[in-house]
């Protein structure tokens, strides 16, 4: 590969080589250095150097951007103020800035450095000053140039070139560098894996300020992918970790294929490292290998949670996991929960255990078992129940996931009503469209969820139907490294097909709490129904929508502010129908940022609805965003 530039009548001096030649002008020359003899003075005391930029022209984005990336500046900072340390950032620096001047689209630029007076390219390495005093930084950046001619060729077709890149624009290098990376990617996205750039030639006109600049693309042959060597396995089943990274030996090169294979690999939660290199040289029939180093992460991991309300009580949860159960990738996972811990109703328990194996009927597939049996001792109603199942995740993107499982569950309820057994099937399905910025702490983008769980009852006390629910989040930020956020979510839902009293207790839907309307006390509002000499019995209704309201403010680091707004209503009847009552709450809280999340610490206080007798102040505290 070629590359070079041509100057116009300019004098240049060069400083450095590289994959181009790096050129500045400067006012000194090479010389004996100066500084001979100043070895015998004293060391300097640490006190900072007198650091003095001078622009004489140019835009005024050119002097932040010369001192963001002078390697004076980050001495100064660091305090390494010696003689040696400065000299070495003085000369590190005449390259600097001539990129910065070059990115910027000045090309006939004059940089002078001096060191208490002296040109620092004229002191040579070995005979640096024990100290200096003032540091002088003084750019003419010249005339900015423009493209008289922008060209590169050949380009595969739909590639997607800089828009700077373009005759009349200003020449920035920037620009030529984002073109040719673009142009070798076009290539590789077609299937032409070798892609290169062949030649690049750029010219300078000093007298009429223009650049002439002319990339020229070596596409290379279109490939396919060959053999997938591995490397680095320990436990793992070779055979199944190939299945796991569905490598699509035999068809067209593609890098996003190769991004999927890592993040299967990834997504199996065996590996802590994932590498995969092309080879050099192309194979037999246009075909390309691949080879496959991973490192295999420690086999189990233990974690836990937390959440607190002054009503609710504690919750806390854990959980342990296997990456490699059976050597296939196969990951169990069990979780153990206790919640409502000095809470107004009694406690709360649950376990479950649950089986993945990835790669079941597809690379993108994961099967899975699950076990599960809970105990809620709620204020209307005590609930046991278990759940076994079987179930598959596909998940064909970062932003889809979809789920389906076949589930037999049993329930006992004890209320006011007496007691009711249910026996049901389930089918449960679950898709998910993810488009936030970061999952934990987003800032912009959007969540929807969409789900229908049809059902069909085993004996007389359970009806069949299907419970239908819906989520969307949006997130939106602005500001100075977006410190404000704006977050709303709407959650609905509704259960078709059975009578209130044949439904499963857990379908049906309850308002207040940390997960619906914050300021009123958990599964606070339901309805109630009339079943049989009783009387009514309080029970959750059959449809519900909820809404929720954030604007979070970043005031320090790690430190945020959130302010919020919660309401929800439940319906008796399906289709949002019947009978209903709301409530609404609203809040503030702090965020303190960690490793793993945000912690949350929320008070919220009842605003409007609910049963008349809810006042005071609930409190909230957990890991993570409330949404």
Same mark, same amino acid.
């Given at each position: 590969?070629?590359?070079?530039?041509?100057?116009?009548?300019?004098?240049?001096?060069?400083?450095?080589?590289?994959?181009?030649?790096?050129?500045?002008?400067?006012?000194?020359?090479?010389?004996?250095?100066?500084?001979?003899?100043?070895?015998?003075?004293?060391?300097?005391?640490?006190?900072?150097?007198?650091?003095?930029?001078?622009?004489?022209?140019?835009?005024?984005?050119?002097?932040?951007?010369?001192?963001?990336?002078?390697?004076?500046?980050?001495?100064?900072?660091?305090?390494?103020?010696?003689?040696?340390?400065?000299?070495?950032?003085?000369?590190?620096?005449?390259?600097?800035?001539?990129?910065?001047?070059?990115?910027?689209?000045?090309?006939?630029?004059?940089?002078?450095?001096?060191?208490?007076?002296?040109?620092?390219?004229?002191?040579?390495?070995?005979?640096?000053?024990?100290?200096?005093?003032?540091?002088?930084?003084?750019?003419?950046?010249?005339?900015?140039?423009?493209?008289?001619?922008?060209?590169?060729?050949?380009?595969?077709?739909?590639?997607?070139?800089?828009?700077?890149?373009?005759?009349?624009?200003?020449?920035?290098?920037?620009?030529?560098?984002?073109?040719?990376?673009?142009?070798?990617?076009?290539?590789?996205?077609?299937?032409?894996?070798?892609?290169?750039?062949?030649?690049?030639?750029?010219?300078?006109?000093?007298?009429?300020?223009?650049?002439?600049?002319?990339?020229?693309?070596?596409?290379?042959?279109?490939?396919?992918?060959?053999?997938?060597?591995?490397?680095?396995?320990?436990?793992?089943?070779?055979?199944?970790?190939?299945?796991?990274?569905?490598?699509?030996?035999?068809?067209?090169?593609?890098?996003?294929?190769?991004?999927?294979?890592?993040?299967?690999?990834?997504?199996?939660?065996?590996?802590?490292?994932?590498?995969?290199?092309?080879?050099?040289?192309?194979?037999?029939?246009?075909?390309?290998?691949?080879?496959?180093?991973?490192?295999?992460?420690?086999?189990?991991?233990?974690?836990?949670?937390?959440?607190?309300?002054?009503?609710?009580?504690?919750?806390?949860?854990?959980?342990?996991?296997?990456?490699?159960?059976?050597?296939?990738?196969?990951?169990?996972?069990?979780?153990?929960?206790?919640?409502?811990?000095?809470?107004?109703? /009694? *406690?709360? $328990? &649950?376990?479950?255990?649950?089986? #993945? %194996?990835?790669?079941?009927?597809?690379?993108?597939?994961? !099967?899975? @078992?699950?076990?599960?049996?809970?105990?809620?001792?709620?204020?209307?109603?005590?609930?046991?129940?278990?759940?076994?199942?079987?179930?598959?995740?596909?998940?064909?993107?970062?932003?889809?996931?979809?789920?389906?499982?076949?589930?037999?569950?049993?329930?006992?309820?004890?209320?006011?009503?007496?007691?009711?057994?249910?026996?049901?099937?389930?089918?449960?399905?679950?898709?998910?469209?993810?488009?936030?910025?970061?999952?934990?702490?987003?800032?912009?983008?959007?969540?929807?969820?969409?789900?229908?769980?049809?059902?069909?009852?085993?004996?007389?006390?359970?009806?069949?139907?299907?419970?239908?629910?819906?989520? /969307? *989040?949006? $997130? &939106?930020?602005?500001?100075?490294? #977006? %410190?404000?956020?704006?977050?709303?979510?709407?959650?609905? !839902?509704? @259960?078709?097909?059975?009578?209130?009293?044949?439904?499963?207790?857990?379908?049906?839907?309850?308002?207040?709490?940390?997960?619906?309307?914050?300021?009123?006390?958990?599964?606070?509002?339901?309805?109630?129904?009339?079943?049989?000499?009783?009387?009514?019995?309080?029970?959750?209704?059959?449809?519900?929508?909820?809404?929720?309201?954030?604007?979070?403010?970043?005031?320090?680091?790690?430190?945020?502010?959130?302010?919020?707004?919660?309401?929800?209503?439940?319906?008796?009847?399906?289709?949002?129908?019947?009978?209903?009552?709301?409530?609404?709450?609203?809040?503030?809280?702090?965020?303190?940022?960690?490793?793993?999340?945000?912690?949350?610490?929320?008070?919220?206080?009842?605003?409007?609805?609910?049963?008349?007798?809810?006042?005071?102040?609930?409190?909230?505290?957990?890991?993570?965003?409330?949404?």
């Amino acid at each position: 590969m070629k590359s070079w530039i041509k100057a116009g009548t300019a004098a240049v001096i060069v400083l450095g080589t590289g994959a181009g030649m790096v050129w500045a002008q400067s006012s000194g020359s090479p010389s004996s250095s100066p500084f001979s003899g100043w070895f015998g003075r004293d060391s300097n005391d640490g006190s900072p150097v007198n650091l003095d930029f001078q622009v004489d022209g140019g835009d005024d984005d050119l002097l932040p951007a010369i001192r963001q990336t002078s390697l004076l500046v980050s001495a100064q900072d660091e305090g390494r103020v010696t003689g040696q340390d400065i000299l070495a950032a003085a000369r590190g620096d005449y390259a600097r800035i001539l990129g910065v001047l070059y990115d910027q689209g000045y090309y006939s630029g004059i940089i002078d450095i001096s060191l208490d007076g002296v040109e620092a390219a004229s002191i040579a390495p070995l005979d640096a000053p024990k100290v200096v005093q003032k540091v002088v930084v003084s750019v003419q950046p010249g005339p900015r140039f423009r493209y008289s001619r922008a060209e590169i060729a050949p380009v595969a077709p739909g590639t997607e070139l800089p828009r700077g890149y373009r005759r009349g624009e200003v020449a920035r290098t920037g620009d030529m560098k984002n073109a040719a990376t673009s142009g070798v990617a076009g290539w590789r996205d077609v299937g032409h894996a070798k892609a290169e750039v062949a030649e690049t030639e750029i010219i300078a006109d000093h007298a009429t300020n223009l650049i002439d600049s002319r990339i020229r693309l070596a596409p290379g042959p279109e490939l396919r992918f060959g053999q997938l060597t591995i490397r680095g396995y320990q436990r793992m089943d070779p055979r199944r970790l190939r299945k796991i990274a569905g490598f699509p030996e035999g068809e067209r090169f593609d890098p996003e294929k190769l991004d999927d294979v890592r993040k299967r690999l990834r997504r199996s939660g065996v590996f802590s490292a994932i590498t995969l290199t092309e080879a050099d040289q192309i194979g037999p029939g246009n075909t390309l290998d691949v080879d496959l180093l991973v490192a295999e992460q420690k086999l189990r991991r233990l974690g836990a949670g937390f959440e607190y309300s002054n009503t609710d009580g504690l919750s806390l949860t854990g959980y342990w996991i296997n990456r490699n159960l059976f050597r296939g990738g196969e990951r169990l996972r069990v979780d153990a929960s206790i919640s409502d811990i000095g809470g107004d109703t /009694g *406690r709360d $328990y &649950s376990l479950g255990l649950r089986v #993945d %194996r990835p790669a079941t009927i597809t690379a993108d597939t994961t !099967g899975y @078992v699950l076990a599960k049996v809970e105990s809620l001792q709620e204020e209307d109603y005590d609930l046991k129940s278990g759940t076994f199942g079987l179930g598959f995740t596909w998940i064909p993107s970062d932003e889809l996931t979809a789920d389906i499982a076949l589930q037999y569950r049993a329930l006992r309820v004890d209320d006011d009503s007496g007691r009711t057994n249910f026996r049901l099937f389930a089918l449960p399905t679950l898709v998910t469209w993810d488009k936030r910025d970061e999952p934990n702490d987003a800032k912009r983008g959007y969540w929807l969820s969409g789900g229908i769980t049809p059902f069909v009852g085993l004996q007389d006390e359970t009806g069949s139907g299907a419970q239908i629910l819906a989520e /969307g *989040r949006a $997130y &939106s930020s602005f500001g100075t490294e #977006d %410190r404000f956020t704006l977050a709303g979510r709407a959650r609905l !839902g509704t @259960v078709v097909g059975p009578e209130i009293e044949e439904t499963p207790r857990d379908y049906l839907f309850w308002s207040g709490g940390g997960g619906t309307v914050r300021g009123h006390s958990y599964e606070s509002l339901g309805v109630e129904v009339i079943q049989g000499p009783d009387g009514p019995v309080r029970t959750g209704g059959m449809s519900i929508v909820t809404l929720t309201a954030e604007a979070r403010i970043q005031v320090r680091e790690r430190i945020g502010l959130a302010l919020f707004a919660d309401a929800g209503r439940v319906w008796e009847d399906s289709s949002w129908s019947g009978a209903s009552g709301w409530q609404a709450g609203a809040g503030a809280g702090i965020r303190y940022k960690t490793p793993i999340g945000p912690m949350r610490f929320d008070i919220a206080t009842p605003v409007g609805g609910g049963d008349g007798d809810e006042g005071g102040v609930q409190v909230y505290i957990g890991l993570g965003q409330a949404f």
